[in-house]
């Protein structure tokens, strides 16, 4: 791939035309943005690159699906699964084949989330936790997607541990992480590791409650006198919060950790940000 350092190529050319070509960015170190589509790479400072972006009519929502779809048809293909894909289904190519996984059927799913109540939801081809995925056998996926789903996980090692066991040697895991300092956990602080360690150690149970209190404080603040309350609803409910909070820099800690500190069988291939996410690709080492 050609990489230019100065955009002179694409002068007199029709900003449509670039648009409708397929531009994708990606953050790299030293303050620079590389810009790419087709066979054509720019290295750009991080501003000229949004401005560029922006003059070529991508919104910062298109390009986090770009990148997102770049990823994905670099990584992904044969037979695997996505957990938790709710209404946003990663867009995968035409040689992988996707199962979706979920909690609960559609059905349930409405009546757990009535916040999504009008958007059309991926049908549930299997119905079982996300987290242990009990139906299905050792070494049998090519790669599994999990969006938007590990913040979700009581025990997000035991979960790691999970998928690795269901994925093929040289399987593919794609996951995506909200980065606090752009969500609704800003006020939250980072999850260390040795929490983590911790909700491993006891499935989550020992923090359970503290996570629910957390997030009637800081996430969806209630009245005072309505915190107690809120927190055993919620806990009753079972419902799905964001247990856990990374920013780019704790994720990719606790990922080279559980390499290092656990051995857990995997590498790191990719690891970017993307708008108010982080998206890692982890590979099962072969043995």
Known sequence: ???????SWFDGRGWHELFESGWTASDRMGGKSVVECGSISMSLPKRVALSFLRRVGLTSSQRAQ????RLANQWLQGQGLEVGA?????????????????RMDVASLRQHYPELATVALVPVDVVDNGETLETFAADSQDFLIGNHFLEHCQDPIGTLKNWLRVLKPGGVIYMAVPNK???????????????????????????????????????????VAHQAAAQQHLMAQDYSIHFHVWTPHSLEVFLSRCITELHLPYEICAFEKNGSEIIAILRKRVP
């Open 181 to 223: 300092h752009q969500s609704f956990d800003r006020n939250r602080s980072e999850t260390s590791w040795d929490h983590l360690v911790q909700d491993h150690q006891d499935s989550g149970k020992g923090s359970r409650a503290d996570h629910y209190f957390e997030w009637v404080t800081l996430v969806d603040p209630q009245p």
């Open 1 to 7: 791939m050609d990489c230019l350092e100065h955009p």
């Open 86 to 102: 709710l209404h946003n289904p990663l867009m995968v190519p035409p040689t992988a084949h996707v199962a979706y996984v979920d």
């Open 66 to 69: 770009r990148r997102r779809s």
